[in-house]
């Protein structure tokens, strides 16, 4: 069972455009939600990350907006541009030190 | 500071032999995690160390898979008699401490079982 479920699955967005990606989860005792960056053959880099008291976080171009109501959170990045081209994970954490519960990624490529 | 590192970067076996991954956490992070990612997948939890607690091992897939830290630093997953379906990249990511708890990944290890 998915605990996280993540869409779309590849993005495609033009140089300057902006890119949104979404996540879901069903577990309400998640309080911790980061997104991670990849690039091929790198490990993943935290990139941004929101707890459920706030309804969003900013830090440059890239921007969390989480919904407690519906369960959802999404990743904005303002302004893509070519070398934010990688993929992109959202999770979730249950508890202080806990594990994290991954979506599947979305691949995505901005094109200059 | 350093980041997590981890060893061999790669790692190419022979179908039923056994291997030894390697990890070294960021000084002073407590807690330790091993994660699998394999080809188009997401990243699948194996093993978290949190000090002297007991490890959880809810994720190891079979026990062909153990891990183990030791002196609460250096983390190595060993995986015995391994089968094609072992190939993927093996993370370890290590935690902070407050306030966040933010886990830091290593840039992985690439196993690939012929």
């Known amino acids: 069972q998915q605990q996280v479920k993540q869409s779309p699955q590849s993005l495609i967005v033009q140089k300057g455009g902006i890119s949104i990606i979404n996540c879901a989860y069903e577990n309400t005792a998640f309080d911790y939600f980061p997104w991670y960056q990849q690039f091929p053959g790198k490990g993943p880099a935290l990139l941004i990350a929101?707890?459920?008291?706030?309804s969003e976080k900013k830090e440059g171009r890239f921007t969390i907006s989480f919904n407690k109501s519906a369960k959802q959170f999404s990743l904005h990045i303002m302004d893509s541009q070519p070398g934010d081209s990688a993929t992109y994970f959202c999770?979730?954490?249950?508890?202080?030190?806990?594990?994290?519960?991954f979506g599947r990624g979305t691949q995505l490529t901005v094109w200059p | 500071g350093a980041g997590v590192s981890q060893s061999p970067s790669n790692k190419v076996t022979e179908k039923g032999k056994d291997v030894e991954l390697r990890c070294d956490p960021i000084s002073g992070h407590t807690a330790l995690y091993w994660y699998r990612q394999s080809l188009g997948q997401g990243l699948e939890f194996l093993i978290y160390?949190?000090?002297?607690?007991?490890?959880?091992k809810s994720g190891l897939p079979s026990d062909r898979f153990s891990a183990e830290r030791t002196g609460g630093s250096v983390s190595t997953l060993t995986i015995q008699r391994t089968q094609q379906e072992d190939s993927a990249v093996y993370l370890c990511?290590?935690?902070?401490?407050?306030?966040?708890?933010?886990?830091?990944f290593g840039p992985g290890t690439r196993l690939t079982v012929t």
């Open positions: 929101i707890r459920p008291d706030v």
């Open positions: 990511a290590s935690s902070s401490d407050r306030p966040y708890y933010e886990q830091y």
């Open positions: 999770a979730a954490r249950g508890s202080t030190l806990g594990r994290l519960y």
């Open positions: 160390f949190q000090g002297n607690s007991a490890p959880d």
